[in-house]
């Protein structure tokens, strides 16, 4: 398996920064999920802590992610796809990069306006 992109397929690096983008993605779901319904304490606060330190290895690997993908090939959709298919996979990949970023900037923001760092 080639570390690089080709035409027709995404390489090794490309496809292990998604999977690590993912899990950290499922990873701060389930601990936002967990955090919300603690009363203030310690408890939420370390959890806190957790999530604010994931998303940032997140933030990170997407920064990595998006400039890998632009110094590599992007591979071609499948021969045959319809034109809408294609549009609509292009639309939602890309949406939900954006998605991901405004999250995370959205997150630190909160942070920095609480004067708590991570």
């Known amino acids: 398996?080639?570390?690089?992109?080709?035409?027709?397929?995404?390489?090794?690096?490309?496809?292990?920064?998604?999977?690590?983008?993912?899990?950290?993605?499922?990873?701060?779901?389930?601990?936002?999920?967990?955090?919300?319904e603690l009363p203030r304490g310690d408890e939420k606060t370390r959890i806190r802590m957790i999530h604010g330190s994931i998303a940032l290895i997140v933030f990170a690997l997407m920064t990595i992610r998006i400039i890998w993908r632009g110094m590599n090939e992007?591979?071609?959709?499948?021969?045959?796809?319809?034109?809408?298919?294609?549009?609509?996979?292009?639309?939602?990949?890309?949406?939900?990069?954006i998605a991901i970023c405004v999250q995370r900037v959205s997150g630190a923001m909160t942070v920095a306006t609480t004067g708590v760092g991570l």
């Open 1 to 36: 398996m080639a570390l690089r992109n080709t035409i027709g397929e995404w390489g090794s690096l490309a496809k292990t920064l998604h999977w690590l983008v993912a899990i950290g993605i499922f990873a701060l779901i389930w601990l936002g999920l967990e955090q919300s």
């Open 74 to 97: 992007t591979p071609t959709h499948p021969e045959g796809l319809p034109a809408c298919q294609a549009l609509s996979a292009s639309l939602v990949h890309w949406g939900l990069f």
